[in-house]
T-cell receptor, first 113, second 116 residues
């Protein structure tokens, strides 16, 4: 069965620090990859997605992610975080023949001023 | 666009009562998903519909849970009878496109359910 692993459960950074959140998936076929963000008390919002083409995907709010097929990874990055980036971040995957999203367990990011 | 609309936003009920959660997907979206989020179990997909037809209900916990989508603009998730362990935030999401198209799902604000 497909699965998504987010190894960083809780990340604490100071403002202006660089961010990289890990995401690995297990599926050998064609995948679509997503990052969602959930701000405190709010619903999930789509940050960015990879469907095909350029493996470096740029999303909203200065986030980007790189799909490395050989490593089954889709890590999320941001060069300089802000206090307002404090949230929980979820990586998710769908396979080519389904809309069913498989979510990782999430990474809680805390950014201190 | 108004986005995905869910009601009620908060629901407090007593054990044994029937609970009905409602969802209106984004107009034009043809897939609808129901999720449950708890601290212990994270985000779980309960069921999803494509073109109003249930495609995968393997995540529905037990027979107390049922979901319907009578038309393209409305879905319900019903719990009967409710139990304290059903307390969670229930999210509805919708997406557009064919299966595997990578369209991405758009989430509603959620219903926070508390069963006493």
């Amino acid at each position: 069965a497909q699965s998504v692993s987010q190894h960083n459960h809780h990340v604490i950074l100071s403002e202006a620090a660089s961010l990289e959140l890990g995401c690995n998936y297990s599926y050998g076929g064609t995948v679509n990859l997503f990052w969602y963000v959930q701000y405190p008390g709010q619903h999930l919002q789509l940050l960015l997605k990879y469907f095909s083409g350029d493996p470096l995907v740029k999303g909203i709010k200065g986030f980007e992610a790189e799909f490395i097929k050989s490593k089954f990874s889709f890590n999320l990055r941001k060069p300089s975080v802000q206090w307002s980036d404090t949230a929980e971040y979820f990586c998710a995957v769908t396979t080519y023949n389904t809309d069913k999203l498989i979510f990782g367990t999430g990474t809680r990011l805390q950014v201190f001023p | 666009d108004a986005g995905v609309i869910q009601s009620p936003r908060h629901e407090v009920t007593e054990m044994g009562q029937e609970v009905t959660l409602r969802c209106k997907p984004i107009s034009g979206h043809n897939s609808l998903f129901w999720y449950r989020q708890t601290m212990m179990r994270g985000l779980e997909l309960l069921i999803y519909f494509n073109n109003n037809v249930p495609i995968d209900d393997s995540g529905m916990p037990e027979d107390r849970f049922s979901a319907k989508m009578p038309n393209a603009s409305f879905s319900t998730l019903k719990i009967q009878p409710s139990e304290p362990r059903d307390s969670a935030v229930y999210f509805c999401a919708s997406s557009q496109g064919t299966s595997g198209s990578g369209a991405g799902q758009y989430f509603g604000p959620g219903t926070r359910l508390t069963v006493l």
